[in-house]
């Protein structure tokens, strides 16, 4: 559950936060993944691929043409670097509470928290100690439909290759500033009724999946 709730965490810091345009030179087809940024002054080219953050492996494809986008690049950044120990050790922090989560409500929240998180395979005695932010990273990892030994995150394949070929690498943001934003946006009250959406979330997800499969 720990590290099940590890990748839920990491991947709800991305799915919150990305967001990127470019214009692309070639406007015929829209329909894209990848987007060269040119022209204008640039000595050379820089790429943005668009990415889904937690894929299960029967979905999970990266085309070709983004592994030459990777192959020609100097830098790999990502949106988190995930090889910068301080922004791991920032995440694992942020996992945990400075109040129990069961201190915090009424004993009959407590009650209809621990009926909801076994729908999440848990009970509120297995997750007590763990912040808001964490908890909502359940979110994240019940919308996939298959076990966790099944999934791939799109950045670290994309990272796995950028290392192995030496790339730069780099992260645009920071996990404090990021869950500070996560934070301020569910409190516990506004977390717990998102844990009670699973299934909106999961109807969501597999249209979302669905989408980024057309996309070329």
């Excluded at 979905?59 to 070709?64: A, G, N, T």
């Amino acid at each position: 559950m720990k590290n099940l709730m590890k990748l839920g965490f990491a991947a709800l810091l991305s799915i919150h936060f990305t967001t990127a345009t470019a214009q692309n030179k070639n406007t015929e087809n829209e329909n894209s993944l990848l987007w060269e940024i040119s022209g204008n002054g640039l000595s050379k080219p820089s790429y943005i691929a668009g990415t889904f953050h937690i894929l299960c492996n029967k979905d999970f494809e990266i085309k070709p043409k983004t592994w030459n986008a990777l192959n020609q690049a100097e830098n790999f950044v990502m949106e988190i670097n995930y090889t910068d120990q301080n922004e791991m050790a920032a995440m694992q922090k942020m996992m945990a509470a400075d109040k129990k989560i069961s201190e915090q409500l009424t004993p009959e929240e407590a009650k209809e928290l621990d009926k909801i998180l076994a729908d999440y395979g848990t009970n509120l005695k297995n997750v007590d100690n763990q912040s808001p932010q964490a908890l909502y990273s359940l979110v994240a990892t019940k919308a996939i439909p298959c076990p966790p030994n099944e999934v791939k995150m799109y950045e670290i394949e994309l990272l796995k290759a950028a290392l192995k070929n030496k790339k730069n690498i780099s992260g645009l943001e920071k996990v404090d500033d990021q869950v500070n934003a996560i934070g301020q946006s569910y409190d516990l009250k506004e977390v717990i009724s998102q844990l009670k959406l699973s299934n909106e979330y999961t109807i969501a997800s597999q249209k979302m999946t669905e989408a980024f499969k057309m996309k070329i």
